[in-house]
């Protein structure tokens, strides 16, 4: 079973920039396709964005589009997601995912991380 395990998260001020990692373990990263998503209290979970196990096509949400970028490394079996010009309506716990199939635009992904909290605050 592959395990992630995000981290980089923090609380910064509105128009900062922000670098989450995910490490992929017990397993190859290269056979999965890798996503972002993040949740605050009483709302849905929302995929932000989304990564092919080759890197080839990405997909994101309208709200991060041209502000948020995901890349993977799968020979250091690490996802990316680097966040620009960040909105106090980023603020949520942000969680890494993997799925084994082509699907990436889909919220069904089956493998979760724990999650890592972001804050952009004044």
């Known amino acids: 079973q592959v395990q992630l395990l995000e981290s980089g998260g923090g609380m910064v001020q509105p128009g900062d920039s922000l670098s989450l990692s995910c490490v992929v373990s017990?397993?190859?990263?290269?056979?999965?396709?890798m996503a972002w998503f993040r949740q605050t209290p009483g709302k849905e979970r929302e995929l932000v964005a989304a990564?092919?196990?080759?890197?080839?096509?990405?997909h994101y949400s309208d709200s991060v589009k041209g502000r948020f970028a995901i890349s993977r490394d799968n020979a250091k079996n690490t996802v990316f997601l680097q966040m620009k010009s960040l909105k106090p309506e980023d603020t949520a716990v942000y969680f890494c995912?993997?799925?084994?199939?082509?699907?990436?635009?889909?919220?069904?992904?089956?493998?979760w991380g724990q999650g890592t909290q972001v804050t952009v605050s004044s």
């Open positions: 995912a993997a799925r084994g199939d082509y699907r990436i635009w889909r919220d069904d992904y089956t493998n």
């Open positions: 990564i092919s196990q080759t890197s080839i096509n990405t």
């Open positions: 017990g397993g190859t990263s290269s056979e999965y396709a």
